[in-house]
Each structure stands twice: as structure tokens, then as C-alpha cells.
């Protein structure tokens, strides 16, 4: 759905975004991640064509956005920061203008109910949109984006000021995006790109410094294998085994585990995985094992040192 390929952008002497290349597919969640001032908005300003590359191309759902820019545009949603609402406007009012303003062709009643439906905004349309909440005024920019059908979702800070419901809602909302669209999320919050994103982008100072899926990004970048257990068995004695299986590299108890059971973080050497001999060494003690996750590196840690220093 979405091809950028050498995309950079200067600004006299300043080189704002510095030859990034990466595609996003269909039915994708792709996390956009960068410090500020690392050209997230910059990218995403080029990839909506609010701003013009000073070199590279964009694709949008096959249509180049420079010489086929009407096609590629109507290709695209997009949510910004702030969402491009007009308050005094009811919810109908407004989209029905946004319908009219994209020039939309769609059945226009059919089409808004099924905008309605997606982003549960079909219950407030006669209610005036400075009077709703600031989660509900998100979806309603959401419900724009989604007019005229656009294959390409590109999403900025999407939760910002919501509270916890709002943001778990706003996260299901993604989630069904991602169904049936390419969706870009741009967001500061790492645990909404570990729930809701299959892979990860991480801009800094201009250059993209990982592109990875997400379940495998903090082992790769950090070499080395993690692995959550827990385990129906006296503490010690675990201890002792675990950290005995060849290739570990430490094995800690995690506070806070169910009772009768002990829960360990264990780290074990680039390229081992100890997943099998744990399970055999807790069959031989007759341990039963209860859970068994891998929950990477902290993408916290991760996202720190790959930003700390200059990419150049």
C-alpha cells in the first residue's frame, strides 16, 4: 500500500529526513518511532503530500504521488495530532461535508453508516462536536480519515490526552483498521507499539536506524533471548537448576507471581534457545510449568540506544 523509496527532504543546509526507504502492506500495523525532531512529521507530511520531497518517491496503493497525485491522495486517511474538526458543526453536518469536500462517490448514506459503525460515532450525529468528549472527537477524525474508502491509514499520537478507556477503545479501533487497511501509527507511547503494531519503524536524526517486526525487534537488536516462566516449584531449588542449564546467562524472581509458584526472567546467551531443556529439567523435578512467554528486551531500553547516538 504504501512505497517510500530514498524519500529526503532538506531544508537549505538542513537535512531533515536523510534517504529512508520502506514499504507498508496491506492489513499491517507499522509503528512510527523517533525522538523529537528525528522527521516524523516531516515523513508523514511527505507521505500525506502536504509537503513535497526534495528527493526520493512515494507510492501510494500503486499511484505515484508525485505524478499521480489526485489518485494517491484519495488513497490516503489521515488523523493529525489535532484533529481537523469543526466544533460548531453536528457530527452528521461534518461528515457529510468531509464527504463532499473529498468528492467522494461512494453511496453517500450506505457509506457514512458504515463509517459509523467502525468507529462507534453513529449515536452522536445530530449532538454538536464541541460538546463531546476529547475521545469521542478522535473518532471522529478517525471517521473522516475513513471516508472515500482509503487503503492507507497514517495515524499521528492517535491517544494523546485520553484517559485509560479511551485508550484501550482507541486501540481496539486500530486493531480493526489494521484488518483491512495499511495503517502508520505515530505515537510516543512504547506500550501501545508493543499492543497494537506487527512491525516496528525507528527514525533518528533523519535516518531510519530499525525496521523490524515487533516480536522479534528487542531480541535481535539486543542478541540475546528472554524468557518469562513460571513454574510450580520451590524457589530455591528452581534457582539452582535453571541457572545450571548451559547457555543462561542469569535467572531472576519476578515480584508478584500467583501463589504456589515462582516466576522468573531468564536470559540466556545470543542464539540459545533454553526453552526446551527448561521444560526438561522441570519434567525431571516433576515442576509443572504454568506459563512460559518471551517478552523480548524492554523496547524501552531499546528504543534509548538506538536514538542515544548519532546514525550518521
Known amino acids: 500500500m504504501i512505497k517510500a523509496t530514498h524519500l529526503t527532504k532538506r531544508y537549505g543546509s538542513f537535512t531533515a529526513v536523510d534517504d529512508i526507504s520502506f514499504t507498508v502492506g496491506e492489513g499491517e500495523i507499522v509503528g512510527f518511532l523517533g525522538p523529537n525532531g528525528a522527521g516524523k512529521s516531516t ?35 489521515y488523523l493529525p495530532e489535532l484533529p481537523p474538526v469543526y466544533p460548531e458543526m453536528t457530527v452528521g453536518e461534518y461528515l457529510d461535508f468531509v464527504y463532499e469536500l473529498k468528492g467522494c462517490t461512494l453511496p453517500r448514506k450506505q457509506h457514512l453508516a458504515d463509517v459509523c459503525e467502525v468507529t462507534k460515532t453513529g449515536d452522536s450525529l445530530k449532538r454538536i462536536i464541541k460538546n463531546l468528549s476529547k475521545g469521542y472527537r478522535q473518532r471522529i477524525g478517525i471517521a473522516q480519515a475513513l471516508i472515500g474508502d482509503p487503503k492507507t491509514i497514517i495515524l499521528d499520537e492517535p491517544t494523546i490526552g485520553l484517559d485509560p478507556r479511551q485508550i484501550i477503545e482507541m486501540r481496539n479501533l486500530i486493531r480493526i483498521l489494521g484488518r483491512d487497511h495499511a495503517v502508520i501509527l505515530s505515537t510516543h507511547i512504547l506500550g501501545e ?120
Not at 46 to 68: F, K
Not at 255 to 281: M, N
Not at 287 to 296: D, K, R, S, T, V
Request: glycine share 8%; with cysteine.
Open 43 to 77: 515523513t508523514m507530511n511527505m507521505l500525506t503530500g502536504y509537503v513535497s520531497a526534495t528527493a526520493g518517491d512515494i507510492e501510494i496503493d500503486g499511484h505515484d504521488l508525485l505524478t499521480d497525485t489526485a489518485a494517491a491522495k484519495k488513497s490516503i486517511g
Open 193 to 312: 507499539v508493543q499492543s497494537v503494531c506487527d512491525r516496528l519503524l525507528i527514525i533518528n536524526r533523519g535516518r531510519l536506524v530499525a525496521d523490524e517486526k515487533t516480536e522479534v525487534i528487542t531480541t535481535r537488536l539486543s542478541g540475546r533471548l528472554r524468557v518469562r516462566a513460571t513454574v510450580a516449584a520451590p524457589e530455591k531449588q528452581l534457582l539452582s537448576a535453571v541457572r545450571a542449564i548451559n547457555g543462561v546467562l542469569r535467572a531472576d524472581p519476578v515480584a508478584g507471581g500467583e501463589p504456589g509458584a515462582v516466576t522468573l526472567l531468564i536470559e540466556s546467551e545470543p542464539g540459545v534457545d533454553i526453552r526446551r531443556p527448561l521444560f526438561r529439567v522441570c519434567a525431571e523435578s516433576g515442576w509443572p510449568i504454568l506459563a512460559l512467554e518471551q517478552p523480548g528486551a524492554d523496547l524501552e531500553n531499546v528504543f534509548i540506544s538506538l536514538t542515544a547516538k548519532d546514525p550518521r
